[in-house]
């Protein structure tokens, strides 16, 4: 069985700072993984995703998450954030049959 | 391309009465999913259609819910009788190939039962 823990459920940031998310995540089975982004009064985005290969993976606003298999975990940074990043963000498991999901954290941005 | 689409954007019924949600997936997309995130927590699954044969529903919480895909194109997915703890968002996702590397999701469908 899959699961996803997304450690925080609300993270605030000042503009221009950091922004780390964390997610981690169990699997019998070599995992695919996602980030989704949530903006207010819309569906689900895929930010990026990792299915094989390289474990640094860049997605789309200047976001990255990394693949750590010692650790099971898969981050979500960038590098300074936006006011516009403010978000909810998922985090997902999958073995191409079935998708987990995490309870999500709210990102809020502060000028 | 139009992406995945969900009809309504937000419902507001009475216990006791009957919803029904639509989904159109993107053309072409063989796979269809139904979501659902109740008041804050992680997004469930509920099942997962192969044109119009369910291919997975073991998400789906009771036999209150009944969802079709009649000739393997848009999805709907009724509600009957509506109870308090069905309130929620409800996404839909479609893909391509068989398995979840590529699912676009619809904007959801905000239920809300009183």
């Known amino acids: 069985a899959q699961s996803v823990t997304q450690l925080g459920s609300h993270v605030s940031v000042s503009e221009g700072a950091l922004v780390l998310l964390r997610c981690n995540y169990s699997s019998s089975v070599p995992p695919y993984l996602f980030w989704y982004v949530q903006y207010p009064n819309q569906g689900l985005q895929l930010l990026l995703k990792y299915t094989t290969g390289a474990t640094l993976v860049k997605g789309i606003n200047g976001f990255e998450a990394e693949f750590k298999k010692s650790e099971t975990s898969f981050h979500l940074t960038k590098p300074s954030a936006h006011m516009s990043d403010a978000a909810e963000y998922f985090c997902?498991?999958?073995?191409?049959?079935?998708?987990?999901f995490g309870a999500g954290t709210r990102l809020t941005v502060k000028p | 391309e139009a992406g995945v689409t969900q009809f309504p954007s937000h419902s507001v019924i009475e216990k006791g009465q009957t919803v029904t949600l639509r989904c159109d997936p993107i053309s072409g997309h063989d796979n269809l999913y139904w979501y659902r995130r109740v008041m804050g927590k992680e997004i469930k699954f509920l099942l997962h259609?192969?044109?119009?044969?369910?291919?997975?529903e073991s998400g789906m919480p009771n036999n209150r819910f009944l969802a079709e895909r009649t000739g393997g194109t848009y999805s709907t997915l009724k509600v009957q009788p509506a109870e308090l703890e069905d309130s929620g968002v409800y996404f839909c996702?479609?893909?391509?190939?068989?398995?979840?590397?590529?699912?676009?999701f619809g904007q959801g469908t905000r239920l809300t039962v009183v």
């Open positions: 259609f192969v044109k119009e044969s369910k291919q997975d």
């Open positions: 997902a498991v999958s073995d191409l049959n079935d998708m987990r």
């Open positions: 996702a479609s893909s391509q190939l068989q398995g979840l590397t590529e699912a676009f």
